[in-house]
């Protein structure tokens, strides 16, 4: 298995805009978590799915941002508009009732 | 409510020495302790876990951890350290019901040569 797929690595944006991030989870995994990490904060659970329903949205900071899971495979989380204290490093990790494994994350710049 | 505390922002270590990155928990009912290890532009990596059984767990890359159920520690060790070794470890455990991790704050651990 290529483990958890999050594109893009990379994203700079303008304040306002929307932006998408991506996550593809280990096949056969049933749980899916966003976390957010930055140098004031550390690391932040967002949202967790399991077997593709949203279990706890507790930690989405704002109604700005947004997930979803459409499918055992695909999940996105969208911040629309972005703002520059949005800038961070955003994980999704994957799991099957036991240790998560963590994708590449995506850095997200906002100016 | 179960929680992880990691006492130490940062952990200084000769290369060669063995190494401790301190882990102390607060759980009800049987403790599940997770050990990953982040490297700098790098997502989160699974080290080892201790679910029961041997209180001596050994993990990836040389690591181990020992459980001490009087002491609710779970310290992550080394017998030598590596300069690679240097990074940001966390400690974790699971929430009360569900899959959910709590995780500690991560200590950084820095290997001089």
């Known amino acids: 298995d290529a483990g958890v797929i999050q594109s893009p690595r990379h994203e700079v944006t303008e304040m306002g805009q929307e932006v998408t991030l991506r996550c593809k989870p280990i096949?056969?995994?049933?749980?899916l978590f966003w976390y957010r990490q930055t140098m004031m904060r550390g690391l932040e659970l967002l949202i967790y799915?399991?077997?593709?329903?949203?279990?706890?949205d507790s930690g989405m900071p704002e109604d700005r941002f947004s997930a979803k899971m459409p499918n055992a495979s695909f999940s996105t989380l969208k911040i629309q508009p972005s703002e520059p204290r949005d800038s961070a490093v955003y994980f999704c990790?994957?799991?099957?009732?036991?240790?998560?494994?963590f994708g590449p994350g995506t850095r997200l710049t906002v100016t | 409510a179960q929680s992880v505390a990691q006492p130490e922002d940062q952990v200084n270590v000769a290369e060669g020495n063995p190494l401790t990155v301190k882990c102390t928990y607060s759980?009800?009912?049987?403790?599940?302790l997770f050990w990953y290890v982040q490297y700098p532009n790098r997502g989160l990596q699974f080290l080892l876990k201790?679910?029961?059984?041997d209180n001596l767990v050994k993990g990836s890359y040389g690591f181990e951890a020992e459980f001490n159920k009087s002491q609710t520690s779970f310290h992550l060790k080394k017998p030598s350290a590596l300069v690679s070794d240097s990074a940001l470890y966390f400690c974790?455990?699971?929430?009360?019901?569900?899959?959910?991790?709590?995780w500690g704050a991560g200590t950084k651990l820095i290997i001089k040569p």
């Open positions: 974790a455990t699971y929430m009360d019901s569900n899959y959910q991790l709590i």
């Open positions: 201790y679910i029961t059984g």
């Open positions: 990790a994957s799991s099957f009732e036991g240790e998560q494994y």
């Open positions: 759980v009800s009912g049987n403790p599940y």
């Open positions: 096949s056969g995994h049933n749980s």
């Open positions: 799915f399991n077997n593709n329903v949203p279990i706890d």
